[in-house]
């Protein structure tokens, strides 16, 4: 039992230290704004990750392409390996480290948002996807450790969760974006 309780601890913790820095708080917002901002032009939000990233990337994709607080419009939001069969083949034929980067390159235009999660920051696939969505003059945010690796030299903004736990930085990427979806429903979709 020791341990279960060591996990709420060192969440709460984790969550306490990224809400007590105004500077973290205010990458949310900021990464709300760009979200928005593309949108409001007929923009789309993008979303890569690996593992539990992945899983993280489809379920920020659909809070916003379905729904998130409450019935509106839907919005174009997609994570980026969904299409199993262009996830197979490319892995395949080029490289499993090539997989995002590709369907940036074929779906990311100008006005569209990258979200990168990584806990390390450091993901292949993923680095090489921001690196091609900067080719395309796209945003890109990441969603990463406190190192922030490669991600936080690469993105126009990384929002760092201040641990080394892979399980915490994930409890917390998903309550990062569901804080970003919120603002981004209340903006376009007012009550």
């Not at 899983?55 to 607080?69: M, N």
């Amino acid at each position: 039992m020791d341990f279960i309780i060591k996990a709420f601890q060192e969440s709460i913790r984790v969550k306490k230290a990224f809400f007590d820095d105004p500077e973290r708080m205010e990458l949310i917002k900021t990464a709300a704004e760009y979200c928005i901002e593309s949108l409001e032009q007929g923009g789309k939000i993008l979303f890569c990750g690996n593992g539990g990233s992945a899983s993280d990337a489809q379920h920020l994709a659909a809070e916003l392409s379905g729904r998130f607080q409450y019935d509106r419009k839907p919005l174009y939001a997609e994570a980026l390996h969904v299409n199993t069969s262009f996830l197979t083949a490319v892995a395949n034929d080029y490289g499993y480290e090539e997989v995002y980067r590709r369907m940036v390159e074929a779906a990311g235009r100008r006005i569209d948002v990258l979200i990168a999660l990584s806990t390390s920051g450091n993901s292949p696939n993923v680095v090489n996807a921001v690196r091609q969505a900067k080719e395309q003059h796209m945003i890109t945010i990441g969603f990463t450790g406190e190192n922030g690796g490669k991600l936080a030299e690469l993105c126009e903004l990384c929002i760092r969760v201040p641990s080394e736990n892979t399980a915490r930085i994930q409890e917390m990427h998903i309550l990062i974006g569901h804080a970003i979806c919120e603002k981004i429903e209340r903006t376009l979709f007012p009550q």
